[in-house]
């Protein structure tokens, strides 16, 4: 019989992942850590994402789907959370799988000295094969001890990623967190902020166990829709509340968030459209906190330029994205 004492609840939101479900399945059915649980949520899928998980976990009692009608992905993460029996929480992508050994390995990690969050270095891989390391590491792991220090590993040297793959977490962190509906970008930065907020000992590593499909044409990669602009408003309410705490300095945190928001645009430029809305809010947030933007040394060089080129002029600043993007793919 499962209990919940060393179990570790996998949940796997999923939307029209059909293709990909199979790959994500059996990379957890095939643990070197038998003891898991997996909670496939499906977030009202129009292709044949459900009927293809059943076909992937056939009789394995250690998995179960759960649907809803689609309310994105951090909804399903939520119910996911709510069916979660496991001492432990991973959040794995439908299009992502992890390492044979990464329950493992990460099991012995957030063990070994009571931690409530292990955070991993991610592998990203593209349709053309190729894979790379991402999100800054160090030669060796580090342990931070108070919220403070997670704050500055988050913010200033960017060791913890704002998303949640590549995490394992303490499931009580989550139990009173509310997911937010219908915010397809942008939503693992307030989670994560929040459960390192909730933490007291978290771990860095600088190992990675975490398989990131690069997939250009998931919502995160994709032109501009009004989903862009409730992300910015996201991105400027979470940075508020985040200044309010006073953890950091505010430059290293206005920098982070001006960085994301700045997607926004990239977006419409790709898309070649110019929501006024969004422009004259986004324009209007990064010149309030230019000077302090201007002194965060965290924030690329080439990042300030862009920024500086949207408050000038918006539109000036689209059509110079949008010939990057056409010559570039990018």
Request: aromatic share 8%; glycine share 12%.
């Given at each position: 019989m499962i209990t919940n004492n060393d179990l570790i609840s996998i949940v796997v939101p999923v939307y029209n992942a059909q293709a990909y479900l199979e790959r994500c399945i059996c990379s957890i059915q095939k643990q070197t850590y038998s003891n898991w649980e997996l909670i496939i949520v499906d977030d009202g899928s129009t292709d044949d994402s459900v009927k293809e998980a059943y076909r992937c976990i056939k009789d394995d009692r250690r998995c179960i789907v759960v649907t809803q009608q689609n309310m994105g992905p951090d909804a399903a993460r939520g119910s996911g959370v709510k069916?979660?029996?496991?001492k432990y929480l991973m959040f794995v992508d439908a299009d992502d799988y992890i390492d044979e050994q990464?329950?493992?390995k990460m099991y012995e990690d957030i063990t070994a000295a009571d931690y409530d969050i292990v955070s991993y270095r991610i592998t990203r891989f593209n349709d053309d094969?190729?894979?790379?390391?991402?999100?800054?590491?160090g030669d060796t792991d580090m342990a931070c001890l108070s919220v403070e220090e997670s704050m500055r590993q988050f913010f200033v040297t960017r060791r913890i990623s704002g998303s949640y793959p590549g995490k394992l977490f303490k499931t009580s962190i989550y139990k009173d967190y509310p997911f937010k509906k219908d915010t397809l970008i942008g939503e693992d930065i307030s989670g994560i902020l929040y459960a390192l907020g909730c933490s007291g000992k978290v771990l860095v590593s600088n190992r990675a166990y975490y398989n990131y499909y690069w997939?250009?044409?998931?919502?995160?990669?994709?032109?501009?829709?009004k989903r862009h602009l409730y992300s910015l408003k996201n991105y400027i309410d979470v940075c508020k509340k985040q200044l309010a705490l006073g953890y950091l300095e505010q430059k290293a945190i206005v920098g982070y968030f001006a960085e994301f928001e700045m997607a926004v645009a990239t977006a419409m430029a790709r898309a070649n459209v110019f929501d006024k809305e969004a422009a004259c809010l986004l324009r209007g947030d990064i010149r309030s906190k230019w000077k302090l933007i201007r002194k965060n040394i965290s924030t690329p060089a080439y990042m300030k330029m862009s920024m500086l080129i949207f408050i000038v002029c918006p539109r000036v600043f689209l059509l110079l994205y949008r010939i990057l993007y056409l010559c570039t793919g990018r």
């Open positions: 069916a979660a029996k496991g990464a329950l493992e094969g190729k894979c790379w390391i991402t999100d800054a590491g997939n250009t044409n998931s919502i995160s990669h994709s032109k501009y829709t």
